[in-house]
């Protein structure tokens, strides 16, 4: 065994792969590479040059089974002496205080192991992980999981608005453009909506989770590719991490490897 560690948070929309070593202290590593997760069999060529001649252990937190097999697909035809773990939630270091804990996606709980890494022990956050599908999760002062809401992402919500009608085009919502709320023609009005009910929806998410907490005021914490979008229009103090969910995995698996 070579003392790395792979990372692997397999989305929907993208596949980030996180490489470090074993006796790596930083609690959120960042992505060594990141692959598109929009084919059922991504290229994962160039991983190879990143990757040492020994063995890697590698820890998997997957919301897309066809995306998950490609990745053990390819780890068993080009690194067989590679051992390979699908995380489930008893693999976490969480406590998870929802009735059936096993059925809550990975990403959303390997976001919370993540955010209890870098929150204020004294303070619950509220994590919103915007991606193919906007999560806002909430966790207790404790570090305990108490659950949350999910809603479609803009790009999930673009795509039905263009597949269940029959003149509306499928658009995207661009990073760093704020569109203008009264839209003057079709597809500015689409930007529009798009936009302005995802933000809506997470401040009034945010709102009522801070409503039901009793004790201190929660941490805001924004992760996911639409985060940059998002996490500026909330009016409230808050803080954007990238790859929080692979940072939760990598505290996984050294959490694992403490325990062994």
Same mark, same amino acid.
């Given at each position: 065994?070579?003392? %790395?560690?792979?990372?692997?948070? %397999?989305?929907?929309?993208?596949?980030?792969?996180?490489?470090?070593?074993?006796?790596?202290?930083?609690?959120?590593?960042?992505?060594?590479?990141?692959?598109?997760?929009?084919?059922?069999?991504?290229?994962? @060529?160039?991983?190879?040059?990143?990757?040492?001649?020994?063995?890697?252990?590698?820890?998997?937190?997957?919301?897309?089974?066809?995306?998950?097999? #490609?990745?053990? #697909?390819?780890?068993?035809?080009?690194?067989?002496?590679?051992?390979?773990? /699908?995380?489930?939630?008893?693999?976490?270091?969480?406590? /998870?205080?929802?009735? *059936?804990?096993?059925? !809550?996606?990975?990403?959303?709980?390997a976001a919370a192991v993540g955010a209890n890494a870098i929150r204020d022990p004294r303070r619950p956050a509220i994590i919103i992980?915007?991606?193919?599908? +906007?999560?806002?999760?909430?966790?207790? =002062?404790?570090?305990?999981?108490?659950?949350?809401? $999910?809603?479609?992402?803009?790009?999930?919500?673009?795509?039905?608005?263009?597949?269940?009608?029959?003149?509306?085009?499928?658009? @995207?919502?661009? %990073?760093?453009? %704020?569109? @203008? *709320? $009264?839209?003057?023609?079709?597809?500015?009005?689409?930007?529009?909506?798009?936009?302005?009910? #995802? !933000?809506?929806?997470?401040?009034?998410?945010?709102?009522?989770?801070? =409503?039901?907490? $009793?004790?201190?005021?929660?941490?805001? $914490?924004?992760?996911?590719?639409?985060?940059?979008?998002? #996490?500026?229009?909330?009016?409230?103090?808050?803080?954007? +991490?990238?790859?929080?969910?692979?940072?939760? !995995?990598? +505290?996984?698996?050294?959490? *694992?490897?403490?325990?062994?």
């Amino acid at each position: 065994m070579s003392g %790395v560690w792979g990372t692997v948070d %397999v989305g929907n929309t993208s596949i980030h792969i996180g490489l470090f070593a074993a006796a790596d202290s930083r609690p959120l590593p960042a992505p060594t590479v990141t692959f598109s997760a929009a084919s059922h069999e991504p290229d994962f @060529t160039s991983l190879e040059a990143l990757l040492p001649s020994d063995s890697v252990a590698w820890h998997v937190v997957s919301v897309n089974r066809p995306g998950q097999a #490609a990745f053990e #697909a390819w780890l068993k035809a080009n690194r067989p002496g590679d051992s390979c773990r /699908i995380l489930a939630h008893t693999d976490l270091p969480l406590q /998870i205080s929802v009735a *059936a804990p096993q059925k !809550v996606g990975m990403d959303r709980l390997a976001a919370a192991v993540g955010a209890n890494a870098i929150r204020d022990p004294r303070r619950p956050a509220i994590i919103i992980d915007a991606g193919s599908a +906007i999560t806002v999760d909430m966790v207790a =002062a404790s570090g305990s999981f108490l659950g949350g809401a $999910i809603v479609p992402g803009m790009r999930m919500a673009a795509r039905a608005l263009a597949g269940q009608t029959d003149l509306l085009p499928e658009i @995207t919502v661009d %990073v760093g453009e %704020v569109p @203008t *709320a $009264i839209g003057t023609d079709t597809l500015a009005a689409m930007r529009s909506g798009l936009y302005y009910s #995802a !933000v809506g929806g997470v401040r009034e998410l945010i709102a009522r989770f801070t =409503a039901e907490l $009793i004790g201190p005021s929660p941490q805001v $914490i924004f992760a996911g590719g639409d985060a940059a979008k998002l #996490a500026p229009q909330m009016r409230i103090e808050c803080v954007t +991490i990238d790859h929080l969910v692979l940072g939760g !995995v990598a +505290i996984a698996a050294r959490a *694992a490897k403490g325990s062994r």
